[in-house]
């Protein structure tokens, strides 16, 4: 397929587009293989895409022009608003997966914080998180002194812009425990990347956590569907429970149903 036939480089450009639209992100290397052409090719197919704003590149190949996929990530507290109806109902639906006297892992991020939030009143857990505000909120009914308050475990190691403790440190920490049900947010979901992190080091963090979890609850609201982070560190087949909202559309919800244990659908017009 040669490149300086200007219809061929738009049919060429139109697919590249739609696989993007359909996955939410595009590596060099299968584009290649898909399109038969060369990899200076191809890349200079996605810088002109890039240019025009229909796509964003990325190291590796492209993402969709919408998606967030450099290292930059809002603050904790600057994303707490954010889809905060959503959340309280994703929570109220992830808490009925917990049953009282189990060994649970909450990640950092704001949803997470959420679940943690309705975790305060089963009796008898144990929580382990890497994130801040978590350990604070379920240390502060601890510090009450009330009948049935966590027990928490806060991994250590260097906090992100979300608050969240990654690194070396924290990922010895949490490879050495087991826990019944891992709690896990996520800065984007899409049905080719998996589910992703802005940070590198966070999402080698949020790894070690799905390692030592039994079971797999992400939780996400209908906004992170589409969304595409630096670096992946799962997969949708690993998921045991994907809990999100009404608002999530039919073609996410397909995926998810055909890959994940359970789809979860909290009705956030009803909190």
């Known amino acids: 397929m040669g490149t300086g036939d200007p219809m061929l480089a738009l049919q ?26 060369s990899d200076m090719t191809v890349r200079r197919d996605l810088e002109a895409l890039a240019r025009s704003g229909s ?28 889809e905060s109806t959503a959340k309280s109902a994703l929570a109220l639906a992830a ?12 990640s950092g991020g704001t949803t997470a914080y959420a679940v943690a939030a309705g975790l305060r009143h089963i009796p008898g857990l144990t929580v382990l998180t890497n994130s801040l505000p978590v350990a604070d909120l379920l240390r502060g009914r601890a510090e009450e002194q009330e009948a049935g308050a966590p027990t928490v475990l806060l991994t250590g190691g260097a906090p992100t812009r979300s608050a969240s403790l990654v690194g070396p440190l924290a990922d010895q920490v949490i490879r050495s425990l087991r826990v019944d049900l891992l709690f896990m947010g996520a800065h984007g979901v899409s049905e080719r990347a998996g589910v992703t992190s802005p940070n590198l080091a966070e999402a080698q963090t949020n790894r070690a956590l799905i390692e030592s979890a039994e079971r797999v ?55």
């Open 12 to 37: 060429r450009r139109a697919l590249i587009l739609d696989l993007v639209r359909r996955d939410g992100a595009v590596r060099v290397a299968h584009l290649v293989e898909q399109l038969g052409v």
């Open 55 to 82: 796509l964003e590149k990325v190291h590796g190949g492209a993402v969709a022009a919408s998606a967030t996929t450099t290292g930059e990530e809002l603050g904790f507290e600057a994303k707490t608003d954010l």
């Open 95 to 106: 808490a009925g997966l917990v049953k009282p006297g189990g060994v649970i892992a909450v």
């Open 217 to 271: 609850a992400v939780v996400a609201d209908h906004s992170k569907w589409g969304v595409v982070g630096l670096s992946r560190f799962a997969v949708l087949s690993e998921i045991d429970y994907f809990v999100s909202d009404t608002s999530l559309g039919e073609e996410a919800r397909s995926v998810l149903n055909r890959e994940v244990g359970r789809l979860v659908l909290a009705d956030a017009t009803s909190t």
